[in-house]
DNA sequence: CCCCATTGTTGTCATTGACAACTTGTCGGG
DNA sequence: CCCGACAAGTTGTCAATGACAACAATGGGG
């Protein structure tokens, strides 16, 4: 009963998903090498251990920063294609493509940590199924322009394949570059993938 | 003169890059998180003080792998297209393709911290000279295809930004899947770059 | 109303990265 | 040839960290 009385309730209440904000926040703001499990303790003004009562490992919290992350990247994918309608595939692929690399400009960190943690075989089930998600929300236009004429026919997993590829690959290379040059050569690459390589 | 005499030299004799290659190997066995400065030492055989003589910090050790990486990748790259001779841009293309995806297959973690090193603004001149070098060996066949009206013409660089997008994504996409799946896929996204997704 | 699962807490340990101070080996100029 | 400067390695130390164990507060359901 000395002066130390916490004002802040024994329970956070949601340590959980205070401790996925700082993380995410650490992480975009300094880096991956930064996020320190005591350090997002003392953040959320709770002692060094409470962490471990959420997430048995650094790992298990880093996978689920990392499952947010395909969460959200889907959600905003599939916004972004329900503001465009029924435009066409062009337009739905470009939109798609403008949202993927806007996020993965605003959130470089967080996408390399979310494909980082892919790779790993002891990586959770569920991180697989984010993925998957995220590819099915891809595959889905591509599959309704097939059926519209709009782009060539056959299976359309290669098609939905190269589409992703590329969007990632660009997102990766490009994610430093200054974002009006962005925009542009983004628009290029969505001409290129829908006229092709070959000469006409 | 206790049997203690180490029979090894006081002087490692390249103990950076022993360094390197230890760090190498542990990052492709046992994942990113376990590389520690002081392990690589004991495997070394040095102090733990020693790697601090050859790399200023973690990061520096770090950088300088993800160096290696940049160069023996476009090393394979211009070994694959010496290998195909002047076969034609798409059977180029599918080389370069070829030996991307095998090199992300077979060193995943070190292509993931390439890229990582890459996006840190505080990474040193020398890594975006290195991917520099690699993008320069994949549009170069790009241009040489366009002059001979092997592919249809205009700026390369949104092209060769297409296809290495597109190799890169792949890769990053595919990395976990089985060998004949990737064969196949890859070549079915060969064909999709060079002819589009539009109808003919 | 009290039991006990959940959530937090304190304490501790081995490992690690960084740094400082010192030693050993090597090599080139006088 | 030797000697001094520099490169490369060494020991010692420190604060920070992740993991774990043992204990304590909270509060909801039997």
Redesign the interface.
Known sequence: MLGGMADRPYHHGDLRAALIANAERALAER???ALSLRELAREAGVSHAAPGRHFKDK?ALLDALALTGFDRLTGRLEDALAAVGEDG?RTRVLALARTYVGFAIDN??LL?LM??R????RSSAQLSAAMERLLDTVVRPIVDGQSD?????G?P???A??????????A?????APPEKVEE?LA??V??????????
């Open positions: 880096g991956p090498s790992q595939v470089a960190a390399d494909y980082a892919k790779h790993d075989p004429g709009e782009i060539a026919g299976d997993w290669p098609v394949m190269t589409v992703s590829a590329a969007l990632h690959g660009f990766t290379l490009k994610a430093a050569s290029e690459v001409r290129v993938l829908f006229e092709g390589l070959a000469p006409r």
